[in-house]
């Protein structure tokens, strides 16, 4: 096991600026084009399938390099959940497999802004992966988009760039994580996939349900339905814990696909999420649900002490205010 660093560091390209807001200019593309076909809505993560409200509860205790920005000190704050498809469609049948998006909105916080101004909230957003499946802002952007026109264009988007033999082995490891069995947003642990600043540590952010019911799991596969039923009975729990960086070889800050051992780097608990038991299909679950719907949840919407990190974050300060623009979110 090696001791938490501070010495890791971002690599810039001269170019990302011009690039990021081309990247943007495509999400927007389709996500009118989703406007067409849905109504208004995301360009990625469309599809909501609850949104619940929620308490963070802030540890006691916690190590010296854990207590930077929101961990500074024990805290409760109220918060919101959005759960979500990770694909910029909204009718993906349950069963079908999907990137899932579980995102947190800390409210009633104040201090500097990652963007530059003061904020008041200190959002998380998360997967259902442990890593991305591509190590650069321009391949995923070139599978977001032949995406839009069907699975034989992801295969020859891959062909292009890895070639022929590459291309079906990048496109197998594809689907390999998007098929991974789904246990329910309740049952599932979530990633950040890349890493945020905590102080002047960089960190990878992980959800991991600790005593969420023994409700059976739907069939067929209703995740909206199986969060409902056990949120009805009693609350929901998750511990929020960070993983730190400790050197470049092993937890490199700008390539998101490496997988961070846990044998070098442990995560350590900061937090817990607390969900009380509530009905998301009454009135007020419902009026809730349209609240978050058309809210913020953005890594950039975060404590400058907990910055996003990385090219793939970077590229998500253009990409999500881009896409809240076209929406009306901004």
Known sequence: MKSPSTEW??????????????????????????????????ALHRKQHLGLRAKLEVLDNLPAHARHGLFAKPATYDAQIRLSNGSGER???????EVRGF??????I??????????????????????????????FMGVVVAAARGPVSILRQLMKRHGFFGGFKHARRLAQGLGKPFAGFARETFHSAAPIACGPYAVKVRLVPTSNGEVALPKPADWAGDVSARVAK???????????????????VENPTVLWPESEAPFVTVARLVAPQQDPRSPDGKKLEDEIESGKFDPWAALAE???LGEIMRARKTAYFVSQQERGAV
């Open 9 to 42: 560091r971002e690599t810039i390209g001269a170019d990302e600026d011009a690039r990021f807001q081309r990247y943007g200019e495509q999400l927007v593309a389709l996500q009118k084009a989703g406007h067409e076909k849905h109504g208004r809505g995301r």
């Open 91 to 97: 009718g993906v049948p349950d069963r079908k497999p």
């Open 103 to 108: 995102a947190i909105r800390v409210q009633g």
């Open 110 to 139: 104040s201090g500097a802004g990652a963007l530059g101004s003061p904020t008041n909230a200190q959002c998380f957003v998360l997967i259902n992966q442990q890593t991305f499946a591509f190590p650069t802002v321009d391949e």
């Open 234 to 252: 009693g609350e929901l729990r998750w511990d929020l814990q960070l993983q730190f960086f400790v050197d470049e070889a092993t937890t490199p």
């Open 306 to 308: 907990h910055r996003p």
